[in-house]
């Protein structure tokens, strides 16, 4: 029987490994509900999650360091809402955000971000940039921690993406076309600093496995083929390039438009990609996904978690044996759902959230029922 990092990394070479490997976790506060007890067991023992090791500095602010920063109470209605106002300092200036945090909700909302005007976009193209640093005592300490339990993979800052999501997202878009020089100054400058740490810090024995966050933001509906070749290719390709260089892996969260776009990652250094979401959430068909780029890129997915809410389990087990016996032979496949969380991220009623628990076990045992090698059709 092979361990969680075992099956992952046979999975991940493309070769068949006793199972297929299972992604699953369920958020914070539904492990307190009565329910999770059972299902907490069953994860702990069978799961094959990736786990994150840290080591690579990337910067507190767009690859900057950060000199003050400092989160202030501007406005507090006890039982309806807060408000906070973020600030940092930086050697580009200042920046400021505002966040909502409604009364008894987990999440938040922006109402300002940090980059809003045109001249907080330009502070950050043209301000000189420091080396950026790694921490290997750091990345050494989260691989003895992680152990077998999974494949441990090291975050990469990727400065589009964290620019979309910190930005006023109209005007990113506006800037793609208007101020296409500060952008790719701005792009050159921070996918330098990412490319020259990767280089040491791989050169160091950091590594190999690395994971990105941003490509959800950078295609349809937001923007398409020809600002995708321009803005994110290259730089993307240039990051990628250094990761193979010296034998590691690259996978990407990526949630929905996709389909038209994997074999242009594949060809820019993506080796893994998830969640796969199919319609209505995304627009991937997990089968021709397999045909197109099954060979060189793990497929993770394609497990709908946001519709746990109104499943069976027993429609649950069907979604599961299809994914895996569309995707799974020959290796390359991890059984994974479109939620991070399984679709436990919501505040939900005791009673809902019971059937939303019990449709994530329904989903790990399907795994386990269907997931054993040689693949039955």
Same mark, same amino acid.
């Given at each position: 029987?092979?361990?969680?990092?075992?099956?992952?990394?046979?999975?991940?070479?493309?070769?068949?490994?006793?199972?297929? *490997?299972?992604?699953?976790?369920?958020?914070?506060?539904?492990?307190?509900?009565?329910?999770?007890?059972?299902?907490?067991?069953?994860?702990?023992?069978?799961?094959?999650?990736?786990?994150?090791?840290?080591?690579?500095?990337?910067?507190?602010?767009?690859?900057?360091?950060?000199?003050?920063?400092?989160?202030?109470?501007?406005?507090? @209605?006890?039982?309806?809402?807060?408000?906070?106002?973020?600030?940092?300092?930086?050697?580009?200036?200042?920046?400021? &955000?505002?966040?909502?945090?409604?009364?008894?909700?987990?999440? #938040?909302?922006?109402?300002? @971000?940090?980059?809003?005007?045109?001249?907080?976009?330009?502070?950050?193209?043209?301000?000189? @940039?420091?080396?950026?640093?790694?921490?290997? &005592?750091?990345?050494?300490?989260?691989?003895?921690?992680?152990?077998? @339990?999974?494949?441990?993979?090291?975050?990469?800052?990727?400065?589009?993406?964290?620019?979309?999501?910190?930005?006023?997202?109209?005007?990113? #878009?506006?800037?793609?076309?208007?101020?296409?020089?500060?952008?790719?100054?701005?792009?050159?400058?921070?996918?330098?600093?990412?490319?020259?740490?990767? %280089?040491?810090?791989?050169?160091?024995?950091?590594?190999?496995?690395?994971?990105?966050? &941003?490509?959800?933001?950078?295609?349809?509906?937001?923007?398409?083929?020809?600002?995708?070749?321009?803005?994110?290719? *290259?730089?993307?390709?240039?990051?990628?390039?250094?990761?193979?260089?010296?034998?590691?892996?690259?996978?990407?969260?990526?949630?929905?438009?996709?389909?038209?776009?994997?074999?242009?990652?594949?060809?820019?250094?993506?080796?893994?990609?998830?969640?796969? %979401?199919?319609?209505? &959430?995304?627009?991937?068909?997990?089968?021709?996904?397999?045909?197109?780029?099954?060979?060189?890129?793990?497929?993770?997915?394609?497990?709908?978690?946001?519709?746990?809410?109104?499943?069976?389990?027993?429609?649950?087990?069907?979604?599961?044996?299809?994914?895996?016996?569309?995707?799974?032979?020959?290796?390359?496949?991890?059984?994974?759902?479109?939620?991070?969380?399984?679709?436990?991220?919501?505040?939900?009623?005791?009673?809902?959230?019971?059937?939303?628990?019990?449709?994530? %076990?329904? #989903?790990?045992?399907?795994?386990?029922?269907?997931?054993?090698?040689?693949?039955?059709?």
């Amino acid at each position: 029987m092979m361990t969680h990092r075992q099956r992952f990394e046979t999975a991940w070479s493309f070769r068949e490994p006793d199972r297929i *490997p299972i992604e699953a976790r369920i958020s914070p506060h539904a492990q307190k509900h009565p329910a999770a007890a059972r299902l907490l067991e069953l994860i702990a023992a069978v799961v094959d999650n990736p786990i994150g090791v840290g080591g690579l500095n990337f910067g507190e602010f767009f690859g900057l360091p950060v000199t003050c920063q400092e989160k202030t109470l501007i406005e507090d @209605r006890p039982g309806e809402f807060q408000r906070y106002q973020h600030c940092r300092e930086t050697a580009a200036g200042t920046f400021t &955000a505002i966040t909502y945090h409604p009364a008894g909700e987990l999440d #938040y909302h922006w109402e300002k @971000r940090y980059v809003t005007t045109l001249d907080d976009f330009k502070r950050l193209a043209e301000t000189l @940039r420091p080396p950026l640093t790694f921490d290997k &005592a750091k990345w050494q300490d989260g691989m003895t921690k992680a152990g077998d @339990r999974g494949a441990p993979i090291i975050g990469v800052w990727h400065p589009l993406g964290d620019l979309v999501r910190n930005a006023t997202t109209e005007e990113v #878009y506006i800037w793609f076309h208007a101020e296409r020089e500060a952008m790719h100054r701005f792009l050159e400058a921070a996918n330098n600093q990412v490319a020259e740490l990767l %280089e040491r810090a791989l050169t160091a024995g950091l590594g190999p496995y690395f994971s990105v966050c &941003a490509h959800e933001m950078l295609l349809p509906p937001w923007i398409g083929h020809a600002l995708f070749d321009e803005f994110v290719f *290259p730089y993307d390709k240039r990051v990628n390039d250094v990761i193979h260089r010296h034998g590691g892996k690259l996978r990407a969260h990526c949630h929905g438009n996709c389909m038209d776009f994997l074999e242009k990652m594949a060809d820019m250094g993506i080796d893994a990609i998830e969640p796969l %979401e199919h319609p209505p &959430a995304g627009d991937v068909d997990l089968a021709e996904a397999k045909r197109l780029v099954g060979r060189h890129m793990m497929l993770c997915g394609n497990i709908a978690s946001e519709r746990f809410l109104f499943l069976t389990p027993a429609e649950v087990r069907a979604q599961v044996r299809d994914a895996i016996r569309t995707a799974a032979p020959g290796g390359g496949f991890a059984l994974r759902t479109s939620g991070g969380h399984c679709g436990t991220c919501m505040q939900l009623p005791d009673d809902i959230m019971a059937k939303v628990l019990a449709n994530v %076990e329904a #989903y790990i045992l399907a795994g386990i029922e269907f997931g054993q090698y040689p693949i039955r059709g």
